[in-house]
């Protein structure tokens, strides 16, 4: 498990948000976690691939946000699903209306926690040969070119797209539900150890995009803030 402080610095203004990620090697004990009507759910659930989504989803957010709560206990953080299975925190003592977002794959999960003021959302996806050309599918031509332009890195290229797209439309609170040419990616700029991606119609927000072994991780936030880590995400590859 790794979680790390996020510095979210605006012109007149600094933020703080946390991040945790986690993997299949970290063990994690439901009834120690979950507050009781989360473990009401999560015993509900008749798929084990399910279970363990909705318990490593919940812990990692917990761990986010009681970073930023002061709180110590994970029961009293509860995550409940909103109406569209939106994350939503309960706290007694969330005064600054610390929000969460969550993503999952197979064997990693990723959770942000935030300041409501400060919109932001997370998105991990597992680069996968054999979703290469169903992603390709579903990209613009413009953005079918950068995944072309990756040349031997198509695969991830394209993951990274995508997941792109995810963590905006999470921002948005519409998920992919959006029709997908309005998320369409305008702009893609390579750092040292990350991308950095805007858009077309949803100006105001960018995504910062890493590569973490076999996954890619992405990060919406507004567009005009600078984002620091006090670590930043292992083995990046430079696509």
């Known amino acids: 498990m790794t979680t790390t402080k996020l ?5 007149t203004k600094t933020y703080e948000g946390s991040m945790t990620l986690l993997t299949g090697n970290d063990c994690v004990e439901a009834k120690r976690i979950l507050a009781p009507n989360e473990y009401k759910c999560y015993v ?6 399910r279970k363990s989504e909705y318990l490593y989803g919940r812990y990692a957010a917990k761990i986010s946000a009681m970073e930023l709560l002061g709180e110590s206990d994970p029961k009293k ?3 409940i699903s909103g109406v ?9 003592n969330n005064i600054d209306n610390i929000s969460v977002s969550i993503s999952h794959t197979s064997n990693m999960v990723g959770a942000l926690a935030f300041p ?6 997370i998105d991990v996806e597992e680069i996968d040969r054999m979703n290469l050309d169903l992603i390709v599918q579903h990209l613009l031509p413009d953005e079918q070119d950068m995944v072309v332009k990756a ?6 290229m394209a993951t990274l797209l995508w997941s792109v797209k995810e963590s905006l439309s999470k921002v ?14 305008s702009k893609k700029v390579k750092n040292d150890d990350h991308y950095v991606f805007e858009f077309e119609h949803f100006t105001q927000y960018k995504v910062q995009g890493w590569m973490i072994e076999n996954y890619v991780l992405t990060i919406c936030l507004p567009k005009n803030t600078t984002l620091k880590m006090d670590l930043i995400p292992m083995n990046f590859d430079k696509i």
Do not use: D, W, Y
């Not at 409501?116 to 959302?121: D, G, K, N, R």
């Not at 040349?151 to 991830?156: I, M, N, Q, R």
């Not at 948005?172 to 990616?185: A, E, Q, R, V, Y």
């Open 84 to 92: 569209f299975s939106q994350p939503i925190l309960r706290c007694n």
């Open 116 to 121: 409501e003021t400060h919109p932001m959302a």
């Open 44 to 49: 509900e659930f008749k798929s084990e691939k």
């Open 77 to 79: 953080v509860e995550i």
């Open 151 to 156: 040349k031997t890195f198509e695969t991830s």
């Open 172 to 185: 948005l609170k519409t998920g992919l539900t959006i029709s997908i040419p309005l998320l369409k990616i």
């Open 7 to 11: 510095h979210l610095t605006r012109i």
